[in-house]
């Protein structure tokens, strides 16, 4: 914190008593302030002793410091002040946004009186520093700092090291920074991490509350900015977890531990631990809410909170803190719980949307990160980060890629920094992964590739193509069919929309295996497909397992097309084999056959409807003649920003997949081309760069008509991007 280096004696400005002069105590002294003119989002630090005796200075019933700032144009903010662990000093941190004189006081509430001081002043002059990162006030999509300067986040998480020492993050932030990194993501109150509440409920953990005070301060040397995560599901998990994250034994606010919980639910409902949860909000807010190197405030890893207690904590931590950083969560646990997370993320207190991408929450993991980066963003219109990236969730990276190839690694960054996300994804695996492997010299050839994107442009846009056309096509038969496999997750209503492309790419998420019925209304969607057949096809559903009784119906364009009774029961049946499932007093029966509806060459939308009572399994679904060897099997994706536009185009056979079961042989894209849609006519400077070495290629100067841009694309094995800039 530069301005705490600045912190000078000011004076004792007065004694005050609590009560009558006979007394004869003061509430504070040894007051001090930092100098009376400081640099723009520098930090204005009042210190001093407070002399009242109390049993717990983290309690507000017990006693309350709050600092006052009014600022040059008349506006008051208020900041909580906090025990800083030495004696018995304070101290309220308080960063100006804006020039000018402002005027300070601050009060101090215990024993049922409140005590004010003296007014006094300091001047805030212009500095150099780019101050908090906000939302673009010119787009929905992006981020930029205070001073106007836009941010692109790029990094990995670094959630805690061995001792969690400030050593160890110098060690980790000069890493990132060396390696054109800006951006990660560090933990508090785990079984591994920083801890602010441990041990006895309402008491802190001072030793590491001064560790992340250092870590802040090198966080500013480097130019890192931080995704402050303030709790993770283990810390309410009673059941052994994979990775042995259940800390309910021994967290604090277990009635066990002497806490008022009986039962994990017990902590977003019992007064006594919201009031003891606010307590803790306060005093983060109090001491590190200063930071412009905070990015964000997140409640939660991996939990899905009620959401009137998500509400309640959101918007109590923003009152807290006048300094405005994003105020986020990430949803999760308990798993397989119904949980609707359009409710939190349509919540205008939730800044940010977060994401948790492991690859095996879908066969193709780099489509599932574009197409769900873009659903997000447009539901929601708000910013989205992908902030913890693997290939198996259950898994080391280290372990899934014993080569060391980095293939997952190095798509989602360009998956996600050309499809709409403000930060590449965060790799979870730092330590015996990202740095293990020396993956981080993946970072530079994207920084440089983004250099001089004006991410704070009033002009963006998803852009617009088509299909990767082929010169020479591969196969000799016209058409073939494209093959979805759904995946099996309970609850998951997100995704509900989806449009297949004729080179076979599906946008919009994943498919859910279940289509539920009415039994369960509060988790049954209508899955709809936007589709384009070339000639005359088919939609073939494989139906895998029915429950109870269903009735799938297919609507074409609206029109009811089928409509097939699938039943469950004993013995024989349509179905292949049945079984009595006892606990809720139903029978599941195995289809395992295909209805299909006959698709005319066209543009047409399908939509699959349960009428009946429980759930049908989509085991799989054929659209035939639906795509043919005139696409190249590869993909692109690309934005426009201002002017210019950012594209990454992947092999599809370029996956972490293939890599591992030995398929390294990639055969060679050539002739491949696409065409740029719904752009200004003009002259445009097209580049393609290597995305490993972040050099350019091949530079093109090429023109748009009919607002049409063809873009040729150099061979390539693996992946290619494009950078073009409007003349």
Not at 30 to 48: E, G, H, K, M, N
Not at 273 to 294: C, E, F, Q, T, V
Not at 410 to 432: K, M, P, Q, R, V
Request: charged share 20%.
């Amino acid at each position: 914190m530069k301005s705490r280096e600045l912190i000078v004696f000011l004076a004792i400005i007065v004694c005050v008593l609590f009560s009558s002069a006979a007394h004869g105590d003061s509430v504070y002294s040894s007051l001090r302030s930092s100098a009376p003119d400081i640099r723009q989002f520098d930090t204005f630090v009042i210190s001093f002793v407070l002399n009242q005796k109390c049993n717990n200075p983290f309690d507000q019933d017990e006693i309350k410091v709050s600092g006052y700032f009014i600022g040059p144009n008349g506006k008051k903010e208020t900041v909580p002040g906090f025990f800083t662990g030495d004696a018995s000093l304070w101290e309220i941190r308080y960063t100006p946004r804006e020039t000018g004189v402002f005027t300070w006081l601050f009060t101090v509430q215990a024993s049922g009186k409140k005590i004010t001081s003296p007014q006094s002043n300091f001047n805030v002059l212009p500095g150099k520093s780019d101050g908090f990162i906000r939302k673009s006030k010119n787009n929905y999509l992006y981020t930029v700092f205070d001073s106007g300067k836009p941010f692109f986040g790029i990094g990995y998480n670094l959630a805690w090291s061995g001792n969690n020492n400030a050593a160890d993050y110098e060690a980790y932030f000069a890493n990132l920074r060396k390696n054109g990194c800006n951006l990660t993501r560090i933990w508090l109150n785990n079984r591994w991490t920083l801890k602010v509440e441990d041990g006895k409920l309402g008491t802190y953990n001072m030793e590491h509350a001064k560790k992340l005070d250092e870590i802040l301060a090198l966080a500013e040397k480097y130019g890192i900015y931080i995704i402050l995560t303030l709790d993770s599901y283990g810390s309410l998990m009673p059941e052994t977890g994979t990775w042995d994250e259940n800390a309910w034994d021994t967290n604090p606010y277990n009635s066990d531990n002497g806490g008022p919980c009986s039962s994990p639910e017990d902590f977003f409902t019992h007064p006594t631990a919201i009031k003891y949860y606010k307590n803790r909000l306060n005093y983060i807010m109090a001491r590190w809410g200063y930071s412009p190197n905070i990015l964000a405030f997140e409640l939660w890893n991996e939990m899905d909170t009620p959401m009137s207690w998500t509400a309640e904590m959101i918007l109590y931590a923003k009152s807290l803190n006048p300094h405005g950083q994003f105020t986020t969560t990430s949803l999760g646990y308990p798993w397989g719980n119904n949980f609707d997370e359009s409710l939190v993320w349509s919540m205008d207190a939730v800044d940010i949307i977060q994401r948790h991408i492991y690859g095996n929450q879908s066969k193709d993991i780099t489509g599932y990160l574009i197409s769900t980066s873009r659903a997000n963003l447009t539901v929601y219109r708000k910013p989205v980060i992908t902030e913890e990236f693997g290939m198996d969730m259950s898994k080391s990276d280290r372990t899934c890629d014993l080569q060391g190839y980095g293939i997952a690694f190095h798509n989602s960054l360009w998956a996600c920094a050309c499809s709409g996300s403000f930060s590449t994804a965060l790799n979870w695996w730092w330590d015996e992964y990202v740095i293990a492997r020396k993956l981080y010299t993946q970072y530079a050839p994207l920084k440089k590739f983004l250099e001089g994107i004006n991410w704070d442009s009033k002009v963006v846009k998803f852009a617009k193509t088509t299909s990767l056309a082929c010169k020479n096509p591969k196969t000799t038969s016209e058409y073939s069919d494209v093959v979805i496999k759904p995946r099996q997750d309970w609850g998951d209503t997100r995704y509900k929309v989806f449009t297949i492309d004729n080179n076979g790419d599906i946008s919009g998420g994943v498919v859910n295996h279940y289509l539920h019925g009415e039994k369960r209304r509060e988790i049954r969607i209508e899955p709809v497909f936007h589709v384009n057949y070339p000639e005359n096809g088919k939609f073939i559903i494989t139906i895998g397992m029915v429950s109870d009784e269903a009735n799938l119906k297919v609507l074409l364009d609206n029109a009811l097309v089928l409509s097939k009774y699938l039943p469950a029961g004993k013995g024989k049946g349509p179905w292949q084999n049945s079984f009595y499932k006892e606990a809720d007093g139903i029978y599941i029966a195995h289809y395992f056959s295909d209805v299909s509806v006959d698709i005319p060459k066209g543009e047409h939308t399908i939509r699959l409807i349960n009428s009946g009572k429980d759930w049908v399994g989509l085991k799989t679904i054929k659209l035939t003649n639906y795509t043919s060897g005139n696409f190249a099997d590869a993909r692109a994706t690309g934005m426009v920003i201002g002017k210019h536009m950012i594209f990454w185009i992947q092999n599809k056979n370029y996956d972490w997949q293939g890599f591992a079961a030995g398929k390294t042989d990639l055969e060679r894209i050539t002739g491949a081309s696409f065409n740029v849609l719904e752009i200004p006519d003009g002259n445009y400077l097209v580049e393609w760069w290597d995305t490993l070495t972040g050099s350019v290629l091949k530079t093109d100067n090429s023109k748009a008509s009919d607002n049409t841009l063809k873009l040729n694309i150099p061979p390539f094995s693996k992946d290619i991007a494009c950078k073009i800039t409007r003349k």
